[in-house]
């Protein structure tokens, strides 16, 4: 998708917009073009560009469908930017839409803010998208809490292990739990002047004849070397 660096005017906001912001801890959604025979109860304005549009209230994804995400500095050095990888219902409506509405913007709200936009120019596979400016520190602490980090050093368009994440909320539950405690473990080896990371266990294998038999369940272990067969047979067929 094209991120165009133009001006992002504030709109009229909704009421129903602003009553989202209100149930969540903070909400994070995406909003299509709204039709031109669309209800006026179901569509926002927005002024993208010095051009008013008209966006759709129901977004076509939101924060319900972050399967894991990672923030950096915006480039206006004031707020944040986050790349978020959708879960397995986000990834798809994220597909649907740039296939479908190609060429059309898509508009980022944080808080039911206006904070960014796209142009979808082309598909969206990877179930990534990303939040160039605007989202508030509180929010990134918020995604902390709530969801893990992409693999750190990555680019915004690595997802290869994106059906490894957690999607369902015990499954983010239960990875977090883990998260923090390898993070606890990581900080007391570090204290120790161990290196982080999971103890690897060591085995020592005790010294023994080897055979390149297979031994036969409640036989006696295995000749190291065949017998001689007698004199005057065949010998025995390896």
């Known amino acids: 998708m094209k991120r165009l660096i133009l001006p992002l005017l504030l709109t009229l906001a909704m009421p129903l917009l602003l009553s989202m912001s209100k149930k969540k801890d903070a909400t994070i959604t995406f909003h299509t073009l709204a039709s031109p025979n669309d209800p006026p109860k179901t569509m926002f304005p927005a002024d993208l560009n010095g051009r008013r549009l008209y966006f759709k209230i129901v977004p076509e ?10 923030e950096f500095p915006s480039e206006d050095g004031k707020s ?23 060429d059309e913007y898509l508009l980022a709200l944080v808080n039911a803010q206006p904070v960014d936009f796209v142009v979808m120019d082309e598909p969206v596979q990877d179930g990534q998208i990303t939040i160039w400016q605007g989202v508030p ?6 995604l902390a809490k709530k969801h893990p980090h992409l693999k750190k050093g990555a680019p915004p368009t690595m997802s290869k292990d994106m059906d490894m994440l957690p999607t369902t909320k015990k499954e983010k539950e239960k990875f977090l739990e883990a998260q923090r405690l390898q993070d ?20 020592t294998l ?27 047979e065949p010998p025995l067929p390896r």
């Not at 994804?61 to 894991?68: D, G, K, P, R, T």
């Not at 986050?82 to 190609?102: F, K, P």
């Not at 520190?137 to 918020?142: F, I, N, R």
């Open 137 to 142: 520190d509180e929010v990134v602490k918020g």
């Open 61 to 70: 994804f939101s924060q319900e469908n972050i399967a894991a995400f990672q």
């Open 80 to 102: 944040k930017g986050v790349t978020l990888q959708l879960d397995s219902r986000g990834r798809s409506m994220l597909e649907i839409v740039t296939r479908t509405r190609r």
């Open 184 to 203: 606890a473990e990581d900080a007391k080896r570090a204290k120790a002047g161990k290196k982080p990371g999971p103890e690897v266990p060591t085995l």
């Open 206 to 232: 005790p010294n023994g004849p080897t055979s390149p038999q297979i031994p036969i369940e409640g036989g006696g272990p295995a000749p190291q070397n065949p017998p001689l067969p007698p004199q005057g």
